[in-house]
């Protein structure tokens, strides 16, 4: 299965779901794409098998990804600060991929109602564990 994780400014969600997947041991191909090149050089860092910079890559990436993991505002137009283009909401939006979007309330003027406010770390262990249970069907196949 192919996992694509998308992150920008910094790069340090992507990069700590990354190093968690690795850790895991979850049978997934790791593909990150940063809409920066210091958010992809951060992925990559953690342990990706490969990565790729801007919104081409986010593009072409959505096209086969099994599932797409990143931030809420991955989602949103002009999220993170502007690095989320109106197609790169669309393509992660219109791929058939399963998302796996991390809910974060940050300064960018979204606001996610009813979640729980949990630190950044226990995301990433929640976000592990749904991906393990994505994983879990296909290995049953095997």
Excluded: Y
Excluded at 41 to 57: I, Q
Excluded at 105 to 121: Q, W
């Amino acid at each position: 299965m192919k996992l694509v994780i998308i992150d920008g400014q910094n790069g340090r969600m992507g990069a700590l779901l990354t190093e968690r997947v690795k850790a895991a041991g979850l049978p997934l191909e790791t593909l990150v794409v940063g809409t920066n090149a210091i958010a992809t050089a951060a992925m990559m860092k953690a342990g990706a098998d490969r990565g790729a910079t801007g919104e081409n890559p986010v593009l072409v990436a959505c096209r086969d990804a099994d599932i797409i993991a990143g931030p809420i505002g991955i989602l949103m137009a002009d999220a993170l600060m502007g690095e989320i283009t109106p197609a790169i909401a669309v393509a992660i939006g219109q791929s058939r991929a399963q998302k796996v979007l991390l809910p974060v309330n940050s300064h960018c003027g979204k606001i996610v109602v009813g979640v729980r406010e949990l630190t950044l770390s226990r995301i990433m262990d929640e976000a592990v564990e749904v991906l393990r249970e994505l994983c879990a069907p296909q290995a049953t196949t095997l």
